[in-house]
């Protein structure tokens, strides 16, 4: 099995883009919390999140992505069950969410990148002092992040098992854990 040192290469190696590989740490980030919180295999969730979106710049459509990358993590040897939870966050592969890692990756995909907006307007620039609350607030602000489906994140979260905020304030505690990688540490330091 791909172990997260040779993920992390092929993620650097299709994707340029600073903000894609941020979100892709976020995503493993939260799967890897997660996995703890559920007692699956960290290794597997957090892979999973990892790779789940290292061909968005080869295949930047939702017709290719993510489908037309599984050849390549396939011959990679990327578990299958790593491959289906990928094809199941695509909204166009026709891939049913069924396992908890199908249900877990779609539920902290989009998630991450709201936390990531809302904690870049704070004052602080930090996930260090941001709560619940204030992605409450922007939630209801439709224009903020308006590319961030309100509906699909309530109902993947709901599908997963977890009540929204809840899950909100998991994924921003997960997310913590890897600020200063993010580039989400703003003025605060851990603990302040």
Same mark, same amino acid.
């Given at each position: 099995m791909m172990n997260r040192n040779e993920a992390l290469n092929l993620v650097n190696t299709y994707i340029k883009a600073p903000g894609l590989v941020n979100h892709m740490l976020a995503v493993e980030a939260a799967m890897r919390f997660y996995a703890k919180?559920?007692?699956?295999d960290v290794e597997i969730w957090g892979?999973? +999140? $990892?790779l789940h979106d290292y061909d968005w710049e080869i295949h930047p459509t939702l017709d290719l992505h993510p489908a037309a990358g599984i050849a390549l993590l396939r011959e990679q040897g990327v578990p299958e069950e790593i491959l289906h939870a990928?094809?199941?966050?695509?909204?166009?592969t026709g891939v049913p969410r069924e396992t908890l890692l199908d249900? +877990? $990756?779609y539920a902290c995909d989009e998630i991450t990148g709201l936390v990531t907006a809302v904690a870049l307007v704070r004052p602080s620039r930090s996930l260090y002092d941001l709560t619940s609350s204030s992605v409450k607030k922007k939630w209801k602000d439709r224009a903020f992040a308006a590319g961030v489906n309100r509906e699909e994140v309530a109902e993947a979260a709901a599908d997963f098992g977890v009540e929204l905020w809840q899950h909100v304030d998991n994924v921003i505690l997960a997310m913590r854990a890897i600020a200063p990688e993010l580039g989400l540490e703003g003025n605060l330091r851990e603990g302040e």
């Open positions: 919180e559920l007692n699956q892979l999973t +999140g $990892l990928i094809l199941a966050h695509g909204v166009d249900k +877990g $990756l």
